[in-house]
C-alpha cells in the first residue's frame, strides 16, 4: 500500500478530530507586514502591491531585472540576504507567490504553468519585457515553467534546489519514517492536512525550519526567522492555500512533458546542496534544457538562500557576467 493510500485510510478518524475549515478562501485576506519583516527590507529596497493582480514584491537597485521566486515553507524574505548583493547590477524583484505571504489567495491555479503566467502578466504589469529569472526550491520548477513558455521573455534562469516534475523525477521510495520527503504524501490528500493542522501550524513548521535533515549551517534560520515564517502561514487561508502547490503535481508532470519537447536553449544554471537535491538539479534541468552549468554546493542544506547567500549571490553573478562558474563549490 502507498504512502498515500495508508494516509487516507486514517483521514476519516483524524478529520473527525479537526474542526471544520476552509481549504482556501477567495478573499484578499492579507496580513500586514509584520515588524520583523518591515525591518528586514533591505536598505534601498520598498515594499509595493501590483495594483490589480494582488500580488505583494519587494524592489530595489538598478539595471536589468532579477525576478526572484521563493519556495516553501517561505515567502520573499528568504532572499532579503541575497538581494543587496546583487543590487549593485540589478534590479531585484523578490516576489510572494499568489497565496503565499502578503499576496492575494486564490481558490485555485497553484499548478506550476498558471503562477509562471501570473508571474508573466505581474512582470509585464512593471514593464519589463525580459528578465533573469531564479528559483528556489517550488520557485525552481515555476521558474522553468516561466521560462518555457515565454522564452523570448527570459534572459538567463537560475534555478536553486529545485527541479521541474517529469517522468526523469525519481520517487520516493524510501520507508515513511527515514524519509526526509515524507510530507509530499500527506500533502496531497485534498483538504487533509490543512485540517488536521488547524491550530497546530507552528508546532508542525517548526520542524522543517530545525530539521539537520534540511539545512546544516549555523545561523541560518534565527529564531527571529522561525517566529516570522510561523506567523506568517499561521494566518487564516495560508497553509491551505500554500498546500496546493504539492497537489498540482500530476498536471506539472503532464505540462513539463509538453514543454521538454522543445529544450531550454538559454543559459541555466542548475544549483544543488549536499545536504538537499544535490545532482538531482542538474540532472532534471539536463532533461529540459540544452545549456546547463551544474554546481554543487558541498557541506550545504535545502535552503541554500539562507544558509549561503554570499556564495549564491557570487555563483549567480558570475554566471549573469559569463564568469566561470565553479562546479564543487565548498567553503573556506
Known amino acids: 500500500m502507498t504512502q498515500k493510500l495508508i494516509l487516507s485510510a486514517v483521514a476519516a478518524t483524524i478529520l473527525s478530530l479537526a474542526g471544520p475549515e476552509n481549504a482556501v478562501t477567495q478573499e484578499r485576506d492579507l496580513h500586514p507586514v509584520t515588524a520583523s519583516a518591515a525591518a528586514d527590507i533591505p536598505a534601498g529596497f520598498q515594499s509595493r502591491f501590483a495594483d490589480g493582480i494582488g500580488i505583494h514584491y519587494v524592489i530595489g537597485g538598478k539595471g536589468p531585472p ?51 503566467e501570473d508571474l508573466f502578466r505581474f512582470m509585464a504589469s512593471l514593464k519589463y519585457q525580459r528578465a ?44 515513511f519514517l527515514h524519509n526526509p520527503l515524507w510530507f509530499f504524501g500527506f500533502f496531497e490528500i485534498p483538504d487533509f492536512a490543512e485540517r488536521v493542522l488547524a491550530g497546530h501550524e507552528r508546532e508542525f513548521l517548526d520542524w522543517f525550519y530545525r530539521n539537520k535533515q534540511f539545512h546544516v549551517v549555523p545561523g541560518g534560520f534565527s529564531e527571529a526567522d522561525i517566529a516570522y515564517y510561523e506567523g506568517v502561514y499561521a494566518q487564516p487561508g495560508r497553509l491551505a492555500a500554500s498546500l496546493q502547490v504539492y497537489r498540482t503535481i500530476d498536471r506539472d508532470i503532464a505540462d513539463n512533458i509538453e514543454f521538454s519537447r522543445k529544450p531550454l536553449s538559454i543559459p541555466v544554471l542548475a544549483v544543488g546542496a549536499s545536504y538537499g537535491l544535490g545532482r538531482a538539479v542538474a540532472a532534471s534541468m539536463g532533461q529540459v534544457a540544452a545549456n546547463v552549468s551544474a554546481v554543487l554546493m558541498q557541506d550545504t542544506g535545502h535552503f541554500i538562500p539562507e544558509e ?25
Not at 523578490?94 to 509562471?116: C, I, M, R, W
Not at 518555457?148 to 524510501?174: C, F, M, N, Y
Request: glycine content about 8%; charged content about 20%; proline content about 7%.
Open 66 to 116: 532579477i525576478l526572484l521566486i521563493h519556495g516553501w515553507p517561505e515567502d520573499w524574505r528568504e532572499w532579503r540576504k541575497v538581494m543587496s548583493l546583487l543590487a549593485a547590477k540589478h534590479t531585484i524583484i523578490a516576489v510572494d507567490l499568489p497565496g503565499f505571504g502578503e499576496s492575494q489567495v486564490a481558490a485555485s491555479g497553484y499548478d506550476k504553468k498558471t503562477l509562471a
Open 132 to 175: 533573469t529569472i531564479v528559483g528556489h526550491d517550488w520557485g525552481g520548477p515555476i521558474a522553468y515553467a516561466y521560462a518555457a513558455i515565454h522564452r523570448e521573455a527570459v534572459d538567463k534562469l537560475v534555478i536553486v534546489e529545485g527541479a521541474p516534475d517529469g517522468p526523469w523525477t525519481a520517487k520516493q521510495s524510501l520507508p
Open 308 to 332: 549561503r547567500p554570499e556564495a549564491l549571490s557570487e555563483l549567480i553573478d558570475a554566471f549573469l557576467s559569463g564568469r566561470t562558474v565553479l562546479q564543487d563549490w565548498r567553503p573556506n
